[in-house]
């Protein structure tokens, strides 16, 4: 089950929630909906990332637990903060400077995720339980071009 909720203001934002699964699709069109074109695959990879982690690790693929998704946009950028029901973990992020030759090998089970995320977002914030991550990618302002004619 997928639930909604717009606000009545200018700013735009939305919250939704679904019980725990893999199969993502739907949500990430939704969240990318108002995303750029050309932004949408990178953040679409980052969302994904975050999701299955919230999905498989946080929740442990339980259906009966809830990932909610809170997304803005201001004029600065976009933000998501996803939450899930599990019980946290404690595990660091590996990823120092952020790179992508940072990644841990092919091979490695885990901490790829948490690389990824800081590679493509701008801010990547973990809550005190770990249970709550914040997104951020923020916008570049484009430049007027001046006519000269």
Same mark, same amino acid.
């Given at each position: 089950?997928?639930?909604?909720? %717009?606000?009545?203001?200018?700013?735009?934002?939305?919250?939704?929630?679904?019980?725990?699964?893999?199969?993502?699709?739907?949500? %990430?069109?939704?969240?990318?909906?108002? =995303?750029?074109?050309?932004?949408?695959?990178?953040?679409? %990879?980052?969302?994904?990332?975050?999701?299955?982690?919230?999905?498989?690790?946080?929740?442990?693929?339980?259906?009966?637990?809830?990932?909610?998704?809170?997304?803005? =946009?201001?004029?600065?950028?976009?933000?998501?903060? =996803?939450?899930?029901?599990?019980?946290?973990?404690?595990?660091?992020?590996?990823?120092?400077?952020?790179?992508?030759?940072?990644?841990?090998?092919?091979?490695?089970?885990?901490?790829?995720?948490?690389?990824?995320?800081?590679?493509?977002?701008?801010?990547?914030?973990?809550?005190?339980?770990?249970?709550?991550?914040?997104?951020?990618?923020?916008?570049?302002?484009?430049?007027?071009?001046?006519? %000269?004619?």
């Amino acid at each position: 089950m997928l639930a909604i909720s %717009l606000p009545p203001t200018k700013r735009y934002g939305c919250t939704m929630s679904f019980t725990s699964t893999l199969y993502l699709c739907p949500v %990430l069109d939704l969240l990318l909906a108002k =995303i750029p074109d050309d932004l949408q695959p990178e953040i679409r %990879l980052g969302l994904q990332e975050a999701l299955v982690n919230a999905a498989k690790h946080g929740n442990q693929l339980d259906p009966t637990k809830s990932i909610v998704v809170q997304f803005s =946009i201001t004029q600065d950028g976009y933000s998501w903060v =996803i939450s899930d029901q599990g019980k946290g973990f404690s595990s660091q992020c590996n990823c120092p400077d952020h790179s992508l030759e940072a990644l841990p090998p092919d091979e490695s089970e885990n901490g790829r995720g948490f690389c990824l995320l800081h590679e493509i977002f701008d801010q990547v914030h973990w809550d005190q339980q770990k249970t709550q991550l914040r997104l951020c990618k923020q916008v570049k302002k484009r430049k007027r071009q001046l006519s %000269l004619s």
